[in-house]
């Protein structure tokens, strides 16, 4: 494996020789996405983790973020739908698509709450 997952220093149940504090601050200074995403994924903050996504328009990780972490954080759905919303391509609307099946599926969100996350600056017809 190449990146920074083959150079972390940590195996599951090692305890970090680092600050949390202080590697969040040189990965932010140096923009590094993926260090931030892996600590703000350990420390459970998944809302920076679909914004890193998001700054880098990784639509494969939006969608595969919201499967697994959307159940205990339902503003996922809510941001990566409005994300989706104003885009302007066919991935985009099959995403729009997967992501109204999946929240009506699992009754993730109220039907309102859906319809006014699309209806702000959304080109998606509703």
């Given at each position: 494996?190449?990146?920074?997952?083959?150079?972390?220093?940590?195996?599951?149940?090692?305890?970090?020789?680092?600050?949390?504090?202080?590697?969040?601050?040189?990965?932010?200074?140096?923009?590094?996405?993926?260090?931030?995403?892996?600590?703000y994924e350990k420390l459970g903050l998944y809302q920076q983790v679909l914004?890193?996504?998001?700054?880098?328009?990784?639509?494969?990780?939006?969608?595969?973020?919201?499967?697994?972490?959307?159940?205990?954080?339902?503003?996922?759905?809510?941001?990566?739908?409005?994300y989706f919303a104003v885009q302007n391509d066919a991935v985009s609307r099959?995403?729009?698509?997967?992501?109204?099946?999946?929240?009506?599926?699992?009754?993730?969100?109220?039907?309102?709450?859906?319809?006014?996350?699309?209806?702000?600056?959304?080109a998606t017809p509703i």
């Amino acid at each position: 494996s190449s990146g920074i997952n083959a150079e972390w220093p940590l195996r599951p149940g090692e305890s970090a020789r680092y600050s949390t504090e202080h590697a969040l601050i040189l990965l932010q200074l140096y923009h590094v996405q993926e260090g931030l995403v892996l600590i703000y994924e350990k420390l459970g903050l998944y809302q920076q983790v679909l914004d890193c996504y998001m700054e880098n328009g990784d639509y494969d990780s939006i969608m595969s973020l919201c499967s697994r972490h959307g159940p205990h954080d339902p503003l996922l759905w809510i941001k990566a739908l409005k994300y989706f919303a104003v885009q302007n391509d066919a991935v985009s609307r099959t995403n729009v698509e997967e992501l109204l099946r999946h929240i009506e599926n699992h009754n993730i969100l109220p039907p309102l709450m859906v319809v006014r996350a699309l209806s702000e600056d959304s080109a998606t017809p509703i």
